[in-house]
């Protein structure tokens, strides 16, 4: 078996607005330390980019890959890529946080990153608001499915052991990683928060049980993005879902989630 290399996975992010924290990645920037490896490829999703940023000029995007290609070379640090953005792109590009990265190929790991971040919109598919609990788990699988993970996942985890007899719950997705069970459910706050205090007052006895197992239990709860979670029935929630120790991500955030997976089940 060939011996794994370490690199440095970074997110380029659009910002539209300078006073805003919206964002959207256009770009994936994988990097070696030691220079043995570098590569950067961004977006052709126009019709993304023209959706948030009417006005903005897509020749710009070129130009921003270009300089990037262009100083590869020179690149080992974040250091260096944030001089570089600050320097040449301003505020307009920001660079998200340093992710790292463990492969035997360098190249290939560059090839699903790529599709994990940015094939969806290459291929042109159509962007839609993705809301409701089943569109959320669409979009679970859809992701796990790109990261190479969902074969490596079981499905519909049964619970009735901890929950009580006759209870039809079922968890979205799980695997097991020693003595660790991590599990990942949808949960769409926007269409009914009650969806939300039923998982918190089930994972509290999920939690319960398996610890009496030696097990360590983990659950994060994939909600919807964008203006639903900013009403105040929906806060509340979320709230409850982490007072209940469970971890609440929004499903634009599910690369990279499935990301993390993969790293952790391919390691």
């Not at 996942?153 to 695997?175: A, K, N, S």
């Not at 769409?188 to 360590?216: F, I």
């Not at 203006?227 to 806060?235: C, G, K, N, P, S």
Request: charged share 30%.
């Amino acid at each position: 078996m060939a011996e794994k290399r370490q690199l440095e996975l970074y997110l380029l992010r659009f910002l539209p607005h300078a006073l805003r924290d919206d964002f959207v990645t256009v770009g994936v920037l994988l990097l070696e330390s030691d220079g043995g490896f570098a590569d950067v490829r961004l977006t052709r999703d126009w019709k993304m980019l023209q959706c948030v940023a009417p006005d903005v000029e897509l020749e710009w995007f070129g130009m921003v890959e270009s300089e990037i290609r262009r100083r590869l070379g020179s690149l080992r640090r974040r250091d260096d890529l944030m001089q570089l953005v600050s320097e040449r792109f301003g505020t307009m590009i920001d660079v998200a946080p340093t992710k790292s990265v463990l492969t035997e190929d360098p190249a290939e790991e560059m090839e699903v990153l790529t599709a994990m971040y940015l094939v969806p919109a290459e291929r042109g598919e159509r962007v839609q608001q993705r809301t409701g609990r089943g569109a959320i788990v669409n979009t679970m699988k859809e992701a796990f499915t790109n990261a190479g993970v969902l074969e490596l996942m079981q499905r519909d985890l049964d619970v009735v052991q901890y929950t009580g007899l006759g209870d039809p719950f079922r968890i979205d997705f799980g695997y097991r990683v020693g003595s660790a069970v991590k599990m990942f459910h949808a949960v769409s706050v926007a269409a009914n928060v009650d969806q939300a205090l039923a998982l918190a007052y089930r994972y509290s006895r999920v939690e319960a049980g398996m610890r009496q197992e030696q097990l360590q239990a983990s659950l994060t709860a994939v909600v919807d993005e964008g203006m639903a979670l900013l009403e105040e029935r929906t806060r509340f929630a979320v709230g409850m879902l982490e007072q209940n120790s469970v971890r609440v991500r929004t499903v634009g955030e599910m690369a990279e989630i499935a990301g993390e997976v993969r790293r952790e089940l391919r390691a």
